[in-house]
C-alpha cells in the first residue's frame, strides 16, 4: 500500500479535529433591508441559542424586494 493512500485518511482525521475542536466561533453576515429580516426573526425568537454569531448589516436605503 503506497505511502498517500496510508496518509490520507490520517490528514483527513486531524483536519476534523481541529474543526470540531475550534475555539472560535463563527460569525454570519447577514444584509437586511431596513431591519425588517431581523424583526421578524427576533419576533420569531429564532436567534436564540445559535452556534454561530451574526453581524447584521442594515441597507437602509435600499429598495424594498420583499414587500408588495
Not at 424583526?39 to 441597507?59: G, M, N, S, T, V
Amino acid at each position: 500500500m503506497p505511502i498517500r493512500s496510508r496518509l490520507l485518511p490520517i490528514a483527513a482525521s486531524l483536519l476534523l479535529a481541529t474543526q470540531v475542536f475550534a475555539a472560535e466561533r463563527l460569525t454570519l453576515r447577514i444584509g437586511d433591508q431596513k431591519g425588517n429580516m431581523r424583526a421578524q426573526l427576533e419576533a420569531a425568537d429564532a436567534l436564540r441559542d445559535l452556534p454561530y454569531d451574526i453581524h447584521w448589516a442594515e441597507f437602509p436605503a435600499a429598495a424594498l424586494a420583499g414587500e408588495r
